[in-house]
C-alpha cells in the first residue's frame, strides 16, 4: 500500500534531550512537509522540502531541523532549543509542482517531561 | 496569505445535509479554495477544491459565491464518521512550495 508513515506514533523524552521524528513515504512525491498541532488548534509548518537535498523553513523553525538525503525520508529533530516540544507533529507529501492535495501521515504525538 | 474565517462548530443529525461556510473576503484571484477534514487523533485528510466553478466528487460538494468571498462545503448525507474538524484553505496557485495554511476550521458534530 501507498502511504506516508510515521514512528513511533507516542514518544516520551526528558526536557533538554534532542528527539528525531522519523516521516517516509512511497508514493514517489517531491515534496515533503512537517506540521505541529497543539491541542485545539489548526496545523502551523515548521519546515518543507520540494526536493531532495534542499527544504525551506516554515513559520516556526526556530528550535527544530530537518535533513532530505533521501527522496523517501524527511526525518524532523525537535532540539533542545525548542521551548515548548510537547505536540502533535504531522507528516505530509505532495507531487510538488501545482499538485493539489497534500497526503498527512498520522501523526506523532511527543510529550516531553 | 488570504484569510479565511469559519465557524467555531456546528452540529447536524445523521443522513441530513450539511452546509458548512467559509468566507474569504480577501480571496485573490490566484488563490485556489481547498477543504481537508481531520478526524480525532489523525492526520488530516483532502476533501475537495475549486477555483471559481462548483465542484462535485465522492465525498462532498463545493459551492462558490459568484464573487468568491465565501464557499461552502456541502456533505449531502452526513453520517457518524463525518464528525471530524474541517478546515478551509485559500491556497495561492504561484505558492511553488505548496504549502498549506490551516486556520482554527469548524468542529463538526454528527447526531445519531
Known amino acids: 500500500d501507498g502511504g506516508i508513515t510515521q514512528s513511533p506514533k507516542y514518544l516520551f523524552r526528558k526536557e533538554g534531550q534532542n528527539v528525531t521524528l522519523s516521516c517516509e513515504q512511497n508514493l514517489n512525491h517531491d515534496a515533503m512537509y512537517w506540521y505541529r498541532q497543539d491541542p485545539g488548534q489548526g496545523l502551523r509548518l515548521i519546515y518543507y522540502?520540494?526536493?531532495?537535498?534542499?527544504?525551506q523553513k516554515g513559520d516556526i523553525a526556530e528550535g527544530y531541523s530537518v535533513s532530505r538525503e533521501k527522496k523517501e525520508s524527511f526525518p524532523l529533530t525537535v532540539t533542545s532549543a525548542q521551548k515548548n516540544p510537547t505536540a502533535f507533529y504531522l507528516c505530509?507529501?505532495?507531487?510538488?509542482?501545482?499538485?493539489?492535495?497534500?497526503?498527512f501521515g498520522p501523526g506523532t504525538r511527543l510529550t516531553v517531561l | 496569505d488570504a484569510k479565511t474565517t469559519q465557524p467555531n462548530s456546528m452540529e447536524s443529525n445523521e443522513e441530513e445535509p450539511v452546509h458548512l461556510p467559509c468566507n474569504h473576503s480577501t480571496i485573490s484571484g490566484t488563490d485556489y479554495i481547498h477543504w481537508y477534514r481531520q478526524l480525532p487523533s489523525q492526520g488530516p485528510e483532502y476533501v475537495i477544491h475549486?477555483?471559481?466553478s462548483n465542484v462535485n466528487n465522492r465525498m462532498a460538494s463545493l459551492a462558490i459565491a459568484e464573487d468568491r468571498k465565501s464557499s461552502t462545503l456541502i456533505l449531502h448525507r452526513a453520517t457518524l464518521r463525518d464528525a471530524a474538524v474541517y478546515y478551509c484553505i485559500l491556497r495561492d496557485s504561484s505558492n511553488a512550495g505548496n504549502m498549506l495554511t490551516f486556520g482554527g476550521g469548524t468542529r463538526l458534530m454528527v447526531k445519531p
Open positions: 505530509a507529501s505532495s507531487m510538488g509542482g501545482r499538485s493539489n492535495e497534500q497526503f
Open positions: 522540502s520540494q526536493i531532495v537535498n534542499d527544504f
Open positions: 475549486g477555483l471559481t
